[in-house]
């Protein structure tokens, strides 16, 4: 089955800086990756995806990036903000799947004043 | 527009119990799936029902087991309660093609003692 692995577990940053979280997947059926905050107490939240036929998309502060030969897709987060400090997961999924996604294991981020 | 609604949002059982966890889809959504969210393992994918037919199921033993009703609303049921089980439960509804935006529940925080 698909295995997504994340990196770093753990990212502090400072205000104003950028952070970028790395995913990798390893099958080559996967065709959709989205991206979920989770404020601590908080639902999961989607705040970008992107499709296997887009290299990237971006939206406002958040960008993601997708390589299809290397199997491996990033998020960035520009300009971060005290409010940008969650706990981020990436995941991959296909649409012949029906809806399962398969999550990497998270990115905690802080971002200090 | 409502979002996703689980019930209960807390629940503390013994081993050896059983539970049932209730989920109210976005109106309109026929795709529920239930994840398995812990500290340690991540979000683990449950299953996946779509217009009451399981679509998908991951890789957890038959003591969880789930249903889905004509209006769309999801239960998903432990037997045989054991220590691991622990775990905050979510669930998330979608139109239901496959592939697409999941919404969250705020999740079941299930304690077994």
């Known amino acids: 089955g698909e295995n997504v692995e994340q990196h770093p577990s753990t990212l502090s940053v400072q205000e104003g800086d950028s952070a970028v979280i790395k995913c990798t997947y390893s099958?080559?059926?996967?065709?959709?990756f989205p991206w979920y905050k989770q404020e601590l107490g908080k639902r999961p939240q989607l705040i970008i995806d992107?499709?296997?036929?887009?290299g990237e998309k971006k939206d406002q502060r958040i960008a993601v990036t997708l390589n299809k030969t290397a199997k491996h897709f990033s998020l960035h987060i520009t300009e971060t903000q005290p409010e940008d400090s969650a706990v981020y997961f990436c995941?991959?999924?296909?649409?012949?799947?029906?809806?399962?996604?398969?999550f990497g294991g998270g990115t905690r981020v802080l971002v200090k004043p | 527009k409502a979002g996703v609604t689980q019930t209960p949002r807390y629940l503390i059982k013994t081993r050896g119990q059983q539970v049932t966890l209730s989920c109210s889809p976005i109106?309109?959504?026929?795709?529920v799936s239930w994840y398995q969210q812990t500290p340690g393992q991540g979000l683990q994918f449950l299953f996946e029902?779509?217009?009451?037919?399981q679509r998908n199921k991951g890789n957890f033993p038959g003591r969880f087991s789930g249903r889905q009703f004509s209006n769309s609303r999801s239960e998903m049921n432990v037997s045989t309660l054991e220590l691991g089980d622990s775990a905050l439960y979510l669930c998330?509804?979608?139109w239901g093609t496959g592939g697409e935006k999941l919404f969250f529940g705020s999740g079941t925080q299930l304690s077994v003692l």
């Open positions: 995941a991959a999924g296909s649409g012949a799947a029906g809806n399962k996604l398969t």
């Open positions: 998330a509804s979608s």
């Open positions: 992107i499709r296997s036929n887009v």
């Open positions: 099958d080559s059926a996967s065709n959709y």
């Open positions: 029902y779509f217009s009451e037919t």
């Open positions: 109106s309109g959504h026929r795709s």
